[in-house]
């Protein structure tokens, strides 16, 4: 090989060198014995594997020895599905997700995808398909904290739809589920959706008692307040009772520009 050969060679060698250096991101893996190992995320085998390259030496972690791991940043295929999720495009939003899934369940974006694939399921009316997606957590222990929000919000939306679809055993497991949790805006959920369960169930009183629970034992600050301030004025007036018009006021004046306020009754 001539040196113009030679010189080509490693100039390609270098440039795609580069260009994974370019693309790679760094990964945390919170091994089991408490170490924590940091690398260049090359991929994640389908049984979890992960493959990380430090330098110029690329090693395999085996799923069995980690805990959990997560890319420092978000991957752009899961940006990029968000962004057709935000956009309505909800078909190519389903699939881009399950793509990104696939990718990066491993790596610290499987609970996040599985909840925007479910999201995007549901703005089609597909709520069968997203349930069957939604139900992939059960049972799923939360290692890294850094899921918990969206986690939480993958289970809300599962007993969301189990409440609509009038599977209110299905519903109540997972509420119960979600009792363990000190957040306040979860257990705030948690009695606006045994208020949905009794008003489907046709007894308004009871209804009425749940939701108040949300617009009487929690700040202004909670985000589940306003839909509990909303049903309790409805179901009230519903049922011929003045009380009703004083929580529609209270929803009014403490939540101005609020869209709920366009649904009183």
């Not at 090989?1 to 060679?9: A, E, H």
């Not at 999720?85 to 610290?108: H, N, T």
Request: charged share 30%; aromatic share 10%.
């Amino acid at each position: 090989m001539n040196m113009r050969k030679i010189l080509q060679c490693a100039l390609i060698g270098f440039m795609a060198f580069g260009a994974f250096s370019i693309m790679a991101q760094e990964v945390s893996i919170s091994k089991k014995d408490g170490t924590v190992v940091k690398g260049a995320f090359v991929k994640a085998d389908p049984n979890g594997d992960i493959w990380i390259k430090q330098g110029q030496v690329q090693q395999k972690l085996k799923a069995v020895d980690y805990s959990h791991a997560r890319l420092k940043e978000k991957p752009k295929e899961v940006s990029d599905a968000e962004k057709l999720l935000a956009a309505k495009d909800f078909q190519k939003a389903v699939a881009a997700f399950a793509d990104a899934y696939e990718k990066f369940r491993f790596v610290g974006y499987d609970v996040f995808c599985i909840l925007g694939e479910a999201n995007a399921f549901v703005s089609q009316g597909k709520k069968t398909e997203a349930i069957a997606r939604l139900k992939a957590l059960d049972g799923y222990e939360l290692l890294d904290e850094e899921k918990a929000s969206e986690f939480y919000e993958a289970r809300k939306l599962l007993a969301t739809l189990f409440i609509d679809d009038s599977k209110f055993d299905d519903a109540m497991k997972i509420l119960s589920e979600l009792g363990q949790s000190n957040d306040d805006d979860i257990a705030a959920f948690g009695f606006n959706s045994r208020g949905s369960i009794l008003l489907k169930q046709g007894k308004k009183k009871d209804a009425v008692l749940m939701y108040l629970r949300t617009a009487l034992l929690f700040p202004t600050e909670n985000k589940e307040r306003p839909l509990a301030l909303l049903q309790v004025a409805n179901i009230l007036k519903e049922m011929q009772d003045n009380r009703g018009a004083i929580f529609a006021e209270m929803l009014k004046t403490e939540y101005p520009g609020n869209p709920l306020i366009a649904q009183l009754k």
